[in-house]
């Protein structure tokens, strides 16, 4: 972790900015409100059979998938194992990227006889650390199904960027994923991959397949430091307090502490920089966690009616490069 010294401000908290991919040719929505792209798609189910049997693999079969059993997935289709030939498979444009930025694009077609249905929000992108998949991004997406008939095709064209002070840090700029892409900010060189799922056929025999694609990000680590949101900052002995600006004007604003503390526990959820750097929360308390200090409280200010800085006030455990901490939260005035 990379350690900063106290009584300063750092950082800067910019959204996500978009970047325009490409898509596949789409028609407008149908009566149900669904996306297509090409021709109407079978409906026999024996044509839906033969199209599962010839896609993917079953997910038992791929160890350290990023696709977890809760998630519904049954297939699993990975590039780097499926021939660009195959009836259903994301094809990137390169596996290896260049930070501090580069670029890829993911392009997904369908070339079997039935209907391949899919969320083109729903894209994510997680990073390989020690035998274990971390999900980076989004946080959150949209919902719409779009339809990929017979030879139907879409692309996701991505912008990856080392910037940390471009991810986004704040309740308000936990920007949605775009359904042609976009850029994801504040990423460390490693093992990555980019995961899409859907439905393939319909009715009962449908079944729910998973594409990833293996990338590698050729570049530096990432540094987690405060972002400037944090107005000032002080050291009581062990304890060090951070405020955080946004005050909310009236009588009826309260006043909300995170409090962050050393922990001896070890079941603990472990997060990892490029996702830390993207939850304000811990940007702006684990890089205080300097020698002798066992406790950061962060403090911020909310107006009626508003959701509660922190979240519901309950208390976790993380783990985060090598140390547990726990995280509580409260109004206290």
């Known amino acids: 972790m990379r350690r900063r010294a106290l009584l300063t ?27 297509r792209t090409t021709a109407q798609t ?24 990023p696709f977890s059993d809760d998630t519904g997935v049954e297939r699993v289709v990975r590039t780097r194992s499926a021939p660009a030939s195959a009836p259903l498979v994301l094809d990137p444009t390169a596996t290896t990227v260049s930070l501090p930025e580069g670029s890829v694009t993911l392009s997904l077609t369908n ?26 991004y989004p946080e959150r997406w949209p919902v719409p199904l779009h339809v990929l008939d017979p030879g139907g095709s879409h692309a996701w064209a991505l912008t990856l960027d080392h910037d940390t002070s471009r991810s986004a840090v704040t309740p308000a700029a936990r920007d949605a994923p775009r359904a042609d892409g976009g850029t994801v900010a504040g990423l460390g ?14 009715g009962e025999q449908a079944v729910r397949v998973g594409l990833v694609t293996r990338l590698t990000f050729d570049g530096p680590t990432i540094d987690v430091e405060p972002t400037d949101r944090v107005e000032r900052t002080t050291r009581d002995g062990a304890t060090v307090t951070a405020v955080v600006e946004g005050t909310p004007m009236g009588d009826d604003a309260t006043t909300h502490v995170l409090t962050v503390r050393r922990s001896d526990h070890e079941d603990a959820r472990r997060r990892i920089p490029e996702q830390v750097v993207r939850d304000w929360r811990y940007r702006n308390t684990l890089p205080y ?13 909310k107006g009626s ?15 985060y490069e090598g140390e547990t901490f726990a995280v509580s939260s409260k109004r206290v005035e």
């Open 305 to 319: 009616g508003s959701i509660p800085p922190f979240g519901i006030d309950d208390t976790r455990l993380l783990r």
């Open 189 to 202: 060189g490693g093992t990555y991959a980019f995961t899409v799922d859907g439905s393939l056929g319909e």
């Open 9 to 35: 401000s750092a950082g800067t908290s910019l959204a996500v900015s978009g970047l325009a991919g490409c898509t596949g040719n789409r028609a407008g929505p149908d009566e149900s409100g669904t996306t």
């Open 111 to 136: 070339r079997t006889d039935v209907q391949f249905a899919l969320n083109p929000y729903g894209w994510s992108l997680w990073k390989h650390v020690d035998g274990t998949w971390f999900h980076v």
């Open 289 to 301: 966690f300097e020698s002798g200090v066992d406790t950061v409280r962060l403090k911020a200010r």
């Open 42 to 65: 079978s409906t026999d189910t024996t044509a839906t059979a033969g199209a599962v049997a010839s896609v993917g693999v079953p997910l038992r079969q791929v160890p350290e998938s």
